[in-house]
C-alpha cells in the first residue's frame, strides 16, 4: 500500500497528461467548425487510416446566435447552456460521431467553455443555437441554471468589471475577459453544475478536454472540477483512465501568470513554441534553423510532457490571441509545411494539427477586418465536407491534415514514437538536420542556396521513399528516393526553389 500512495504522491497518477491515443496514434488533428456528422467520416475513411489519434472539436454546448457579425466562429465562445445543440449537430449527431470515431480508434477531445457564459452585452431572448432564453442583463441562464448567485460580479475590483490588466492574477481570473459573464468557479454549485456537463460527455465515450481560457480560472478551483470526472468510458478504454486535460494558458513570459500554475491539473498550451518557430522560419530578428538543435526546454519551453504544442490555432491564425505576425498559417503554405514538418519529426510535446476554413481575409491597417468571419455556410447552416477526387477537401474547407506533406508527417511521428532526437547537423545557416534514432530523418534547406551534403542519418542501409514530395507505393517511390549505405550515410540535394526544400524518410518508408 505504502508503495502505491508513494507512486500516487510522485504524481504517479499522470493519466490527465495522457492523451489516451491508441497506441502508436501520436497526434490529433483539430476540425475547426465541422459538423458532426463530416467528423464522424473523417474519422473512419480518412484519420484512423492514416494514423491520426484524436480529434479536437468545437464547443458542444448550446451558444449565443450572433446577428451582428453575422455568424463570427467566435459565438461558440459564449455559453447559454450545456445542452448538445450547437450549429455542429444535435446530441444524437454527437453520441453517433463519438462511437463512429472510438470504434476506429479516432478519440475525441472537447473544447470545453467553462470560465464563462455570453458576453454582458448580449440582448435578453432566445438568439441561442437551441432556443433556450437567456438574459445576460440579470446573469439569468435558466436552461442551466445560473443565476446572478454563480457569477464573480461581487468578487471584481475593477470599475469597469472587466479585466484591465494582465498583471494583476486577481483580475484576469475574477473580472471579465472581455466582457464575458465570469463564472463563481469557487462556489460548488457552479463547480458541480460544470462537472456534470463534462461527466455527460466523459460518459458518452470523449477521451478529454481542452480547457479554454484558463489562465481566467484559479488553477484550484479547476482542480477541484477536475476531481467530480469520472474516469474515462471503459467500452473504449482501460478501466481507471482518467481524462485528458490541456489548459488553454496564453504564457510568452513577463505576465503575473504562469503556464506551471495550471501543470497540477494536466498539460498546458505551450505558445511560446509556434510564435518562435514562425521567428525562426521567417528568419526574422536574426533567427536561424542552426540555433534549432536545443529545441525545446532548451529554449524555455515547459516540460516536454506538460506541453501541448501547435504552429497555429484557431485564435492566433487570425490575429486574436498570441503569437503575432510571425504565426505561420496555411496562408503561408510553403514556410507552414516547413513548419509543421517540423513539429511532427521533432520529439517535444504533444503534437495538435491545425485544420481551418478559408475565409475573405481583408487587410486595413495592418488587421483583418475579417477576422472574425465563420465557418462557410449557407445562411447560417454549416456546409458538409466535400472530398474532390485529389483528397482534397471542398467548400472552402483548407483540411490541412489532408495535405500530402502534413498527413505523412503524422505518420513519421508515429513510426518514430519513443526514439531520441540524433544526429543533428546545420550548417551555421538555416540547413539542418536530424534524426529520429533508427527510424527517421529529416533534412530542410532554408537558405538561399542549394544544400548538397552526405550525412549520418542512423537508419539501416537501404533505399527509402522521400514523404515529402511523394509517398511509398508498393515497390517504389512516387516522389524523391534517398538511398542509405550500410554506414548509415546518405547525399541529400535540396534545391532552395524547391516547392517543398525538406526531405523526410523514415523505417516505413523504405523500400
Ligand atoms: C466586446 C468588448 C468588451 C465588452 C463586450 C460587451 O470588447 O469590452 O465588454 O463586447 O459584451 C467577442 C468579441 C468581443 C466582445 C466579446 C463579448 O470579439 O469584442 O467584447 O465577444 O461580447 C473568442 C474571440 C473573442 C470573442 C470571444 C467571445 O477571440 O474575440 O469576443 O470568443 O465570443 C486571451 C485569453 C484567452 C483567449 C484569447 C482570445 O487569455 O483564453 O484572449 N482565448 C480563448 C479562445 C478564444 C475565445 C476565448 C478564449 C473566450 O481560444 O477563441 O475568444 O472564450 O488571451
Ligand atoms: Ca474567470
Same mark, same amino acid.
Given at each position: 500500500m505504502k508503495f502505491f500512495l508513494l507512486l500516487l504522491a510522485t504524481g504517479f497518477c499522470w493519466a490527465q497528461y495522457d492523451p489516451h491515443t491508441k497506441y502508436g496514434r501520436t497526434s490529433i488533428v483539430h476540425l475547426f467548425e465541422w459538423r458532426w456528422a463530416d467528423i464522424a467520416l473523417e474519422c473512419e475513411r480518412y484519420l484512423a487510416p492514416k494514423g491520426f489519434g484524436g480529434v479536437q472539436i468545437s464547443p458542444p454546448n448550446e451558444n449565443v446566435v450572433i446577428h451582428d457579425p453575422s455568424r463570427p466562429w467566435w459565438e461558440r465562445?459564449?455559453?447559454?447552456?450545456?445542452?448538445?445543440?450547437?450549429?455542429?449537430?444535435?446530441?444524437?449527431?454527437?453520441?453517433?460521431?463519438?462511437?463512429?470515431?472510438?470504434?476506429?480508434?479516432?478519440?475525441?477531445?472537447?473544447?470545453?467553455?467553462?470560465?464563462?457564459?455570453?458576453?454582458?452585452?448580449?440582448?435578453?431572448?432566445?438568439?441561442s443555437t437551441c432556443g433556450s432564453y437567456f438574459n445576460p442583463g440579470n446573469r439569468d441562464f435558466p436552461a442551466v441554471p445560473y443565476s446572478g448567485w454563480d457569477f464573480n460580479d461581487g468578487k471584481c475590483k475593477t470599475a469597469s468589471g472587466e479585466i484591465e490588466s494582465y498583471n494583476d492574477p486577481y483580475q484576469v481570473r475574477d473580472c471579465r475577459l472581455v466582457g464575458l459573464l465570469d463564472l463563481a468557479l469557487e462556489k460548488d454549485y457552479v463547480r458541480s453544475t460544470i462537472a456534470a456537463y463534462m461527466n455527460h460527455l466523459i460518459d458518452i465515450g470523449v477521451a478529454g478536454f481542452r480547457i479554454d481560457a484558463s489562465k481566467h480560472m484559479w488553477p484550484g478551483d479547476m482542480k477541484a472540477v477536475l476531481d467530480k470526472l469520472h474516469n474515462l468510458n471503459t467500452n473504449w478504454f482501460s478501466a481507471g483512465s482518467k481524462p485528458f486535460i490541456y489548459q488553454e494558458v496564453i504564457d510568452l513570459g513577463g505576465e503575473a501568470i504562469t503556464s506551471s500554475e495550471y501543470f497540477g491539473n494536466g498539460r498546458v498550451t505551450e505558445f511560446k513554441y509556434g510564435a518562435k518557430l514562425g521567428t525562426v522560419l521567417r528568419k526574422w530578428n536574426g533567427e536561424k534553423m542552426s540555433y534549432l538543435q536545443n529545441w525545446g526546454e532548451g529554449w524555455g519551453f515547459m516540460p516536454s510532457d506538460r506541453a501541448l504544442v501547435f504552429v497555429d490555432n484557431h485564435d492566433n491564425q487570425r490575429g486574436h490571441g498570441a503569437g503575432g505576425a510571425s504565426i505561420l498559417t496555411f496562408w503561408d503554405s510553403r514556410l507552414y509545411k516547413m513548419g509543421v514538418g517540423f513539429m511532427l519529426a521533432h520529439p517535444y510535446g504533444f503534437t495538435r494539427v491545425m485544420s481551418s476554413y478559408r475565409w475573405p481575409r481583408s487587410f486595413q491597417n495592418g488587421n483583418d477586418v475579417n477576422d472574425w468571419v465563420g465557418p462557410p455556410?449557407?445562411?447560417?447552416?454549416?456546409?458538409?465536407?466535400?472530398?474532390?477526387?485529389?483528397?482534397?477537401? %471542398? =467548400?472552402?474547407?483548407?483540411?490541412?491534415?489532408?495535405?500530402?506533406?502534413?498527413?505523412?508527417?503524422?505518420? $513519421?511521428?508515429?513510426?518514430?514514437?519513443?526514439?531520441p532526437f540524433a544526429n543533428w547537423w546545420d550548417n551555421g545557416s538555416n540547413q539542418v538536420a536530424f534524426g529520429r534514432g533508427n527510424k527517421g530523418f529529416i533534412v530542410f534547406n532554408n537558405d538561399d542556396w542549394e544544400l548538397s551534403e552526405t550525412l549520418q542519418t542512423g537508419l539501416p542501409g537501404g533505399t527509402y521513399c522521400d514523404v515529402i514530395s511523394g509517398d511509398?507505393? %508498393? =515497390?517504389?517511390?512516387?516522389?524523391?528516393?534517398?538511398?542509405?549505405?550500410?554506414?548509415?550515410?546518405?547525399? $541529400?540535394?535540396?534545391s532552395n526553389s524547391a516547392e517543398d526544400p525538406f526531405i523526410a524518410i523514415h523505417a516505413d518508408s523504405k523500400l
Open positions: 465562445y459564449q455559453p447559454v447552456s450545456y445542452k448538445l445543440c450547437t450549429r455542429s449537430g444535435n446530441e444524437e449527431e454527437f453520441k453517433d460521431m463519438v462511437t463512429r470515431c472510438n470504434n476506429v480508434g479516432v478519440h475525441i477531445y472537447v473544447d470545453a467553455v467553462i470560465n464563462h457564459m455570453s458576453g454582458s452585452g448580449v440582448a435578453a431572448g432566445t438568439s455556410n449557407n445562411n447560417g447552416v454549416i456546409k458538409e465536407v466535400t472530398i474532390n477526387a485529389d483528397t482534397t477537401c %471542398g =467548400n472552402d474547407w483548407v483540411c490541412e491534415h489532408r495535405w500530402r506533406q502534413i498527413r505523412n508527417m503524422v505518420a $513519421f511521428r508515429n513510426v518514430a514514437n519513443g526514439q511509398k507505393s %508498393g =515497390n517504389s517511390c512516387t516522389g524523391i528516393k534517398i538511398s542509405v549505405s550500410s554506414d548509415g550515410k546518405a547525399h $541529400f540535394s535540396i
